[in-house]
């Protein structure tokens, strides 16, 4: 439904989906449904259905889950196929109402594959174009592999500041978090920041709280890819509260990767567990994030839909779409802007 037939009359949910929403934590290679996997091994004389993709995408540890992202990436050779990615991608957060997004590219993969990144990113540019024109501003986060080391992270950073004027807003670093220290990557850090990116970690998903704090202290991190070890220690909580340091949180990532259940020392877990509302009511700044939405099943609106089974109420949950605004890398200015026209169109649905 387009949010121009919505009335004051229909659901909550109906208008909040309306809302205008940031999404701050998504891997582009994780938004590959898996008719597009399809399509791409067609492309690549291999012979694949959807249902053997989603067998691929069923994992419920943080390896297997690694070993599928390093598998469906295998099929992203050329540009083109970026390209492809990219829009099915874009059309999926206009159809949700996403006006902005800070998406990342595993820059450090495509290195590995020995793949032109600046002509992997120039197409991918170029693809998004006529959906920036229809309301989706995106800016781009080239993320490095932490189990591929230093001097391949420096590669990409290399190249996260050689195209920061066509977009690369920040430098981040994913995979196996237990795989090496924060203080490898310290110089790989302060490089990147001098050179006028930001600073991204994806730290304490499977690592301990020591992970996030290092990720702060060390990498001097501006927001932290998940972080739900933090909720294991009160001073650490404080600590990113007191910074404001956003933790870009993924629920059904961290149910489906084993994340959440490896903190808890249990085989499961379940959303009930979450430490999301502990850290929303500690005053930590959060954002609700997809991470890899084709991989998990999910959207950002189903995201948005598990915050009140978490038992936040409605205003709480309309405080943390309008905060990723807040803690989007963008000039005042335009977060201004973003803010402005997320309140008039709450106005608007009677949602204030
Ligand atoms: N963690 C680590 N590596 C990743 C992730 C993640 O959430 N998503 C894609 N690569
Ligand atoms: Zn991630």
Redesign the pocket.
């Known amino acids: 439904m387009s949010s121009s037939q919505l009335f004051s009359g229909d659901s909550w949910a109906a208008r909040f989906r309306a809302l205008p929403k940031a999404e701050l ?1 998504v ?1 582009l ?2 938004t590959m449904e898996p008719a597009t996997v399809v399509a791409l091994a067609k492309n690549q004389g291999e012979t694949l259905d959807e249902s053997t993709v989603a067998t691929r995408y069923a994992t419920r540890d943080f390896n297997a ?2 070993e599928a ?1 390093k598998w469906v990436t295998s099929y992203l050779r050329a540009p083109a196929d970026y390209v492809l990615v990219a829009r099915r991608m874009s059309e999926q957060m206009l159809a949700q109402n996403v006006v902005y997004a800070e998406v ?1 590219l ?1 820059a450090g993969v495509m290195l590995l594959r020995k793949q032109d990144v600046e002509a992997n990113f120039c197409a991918i540019r170029e693809a998004v174009a006529p959906y920036e024109s229809r309301g989706l501003h995106l800016q781009w986060i080239f ?1 490095a ?1 932490r189990q591929f080391g230093a001097a391949a992270a420096r590669e990409v950073a290399r190249c996260a500041v050689k195209l920061r004027d066509a977009g690369v807003v920040a430098f981040g670093m ?4 237990l795989a090496r220290p924060a203080s490898e990557f310290r110089k790989v850090y302060d490089y990147a920041a001098a050179n006028g990116l930001r600073r991204l970690v ?1 730290a304490g ?1 499977i690592g301990g709280p020591d992970s996030v704090r290092h990720a702060v202290e060390i990498l001097r991190a501006e927001r932290i ?2 972080g739900i070890a933090a909720a294991a220690d009160p001073n650490l909580m404080a600590l990113l509260a007191e910074r404001f340091i956003g933790l870009e949180i ?1 629920p059904t ?1 961290n149910l489906r ?1 084993g994340a959440l259940a490896q903190h808890l020392g249990r085989a499961n877990a379940s959303l009930s567990d979450h430490p999301l509302p502990r850290f929303f009511h500690a005053g930590i700044p959060l954002s609700v994030s997809t ?2 939405p084709a991989m998990f099943g999910t959207s950002l609106a189903s995201e948005f839909d598990l915050l009140e089974q978490m038992g936040l109420g409605k205003q709480q949950i309309m405080s943390i779409a309008e905060g990723a605004f807040h803690g989007a890398f963008l000039p005042a200015s335009e977060q201004s802007a973003f803010f402005e026209a997320f309140r008039a169109k709450a106005e608007a649905l009677s949602l204030l």
Do not use: K
């Open positions: 934590h891997h290679e994780g889950f690694l992202y990342t595993s993320d592999v994913g995979g196996d978090e994806h998903e890819g998940h993924c990532s990767t991470d890899d």
